[in-house]
């Protein structure tokens, strides 16, 4: 069965840094853009960043970039956020999203991990 599951949340001060994981299973992964999104309280969910299926190419919200870096490594099914410069605002549940372009119904999705960032 398909699967994506988010790590590496918790709780870091204003400027800290934290490294989120997504392990991926039951599917081909490296035949997959892979995405992280985030839900803010009393927000919509926001796409954060999104690499390509071979990691050849990056996208960045304007508000993470020069901060976030989205990685994979697609021996181990694996993809990464390292997020540094916390801020305040960019506490959210970080969700990891799977969908191959051309195929709207191959779209997959982990329950998310919670940052939150506060002194």
């Known amino acids: 069965q398909v699967q994506l599951v988010e790590s590496g949340g918790g709780l870091v001060q204003p400027g800290g840094s934290l490294r989120l994981s997504c392990a991926a299973s039951g599917f081909t992964f490296s035949l997959y853009p892979m995405k992280w999104y985030r839900q803010g309280p009393g927000k919509e969910r926001e796409l954060v960043a999104a690499i390509s299926s071979f990691g050849g190419s990056t996208n960045y919200a304007d508000s993470v970039k020069g901060r976030f870096t989205i990685s994979r490594d697609n021996a181990k099914n694996m993809m990464y956020l390292q997020m540094n410069s916390l801020k305040p605002e960019d506490t959210a549940v970080y969700y990891c999203?799977?969908?191959?372009?051309?195929?709207?119904?191959?779209?997959?999705w982990g329950k998310g991990t919670l940052v939150t960032v506060s002194s």
């Open positions: 999203n799977a969908r191959r372009d051309g195929n709207p119904l191959m779209d997959y």
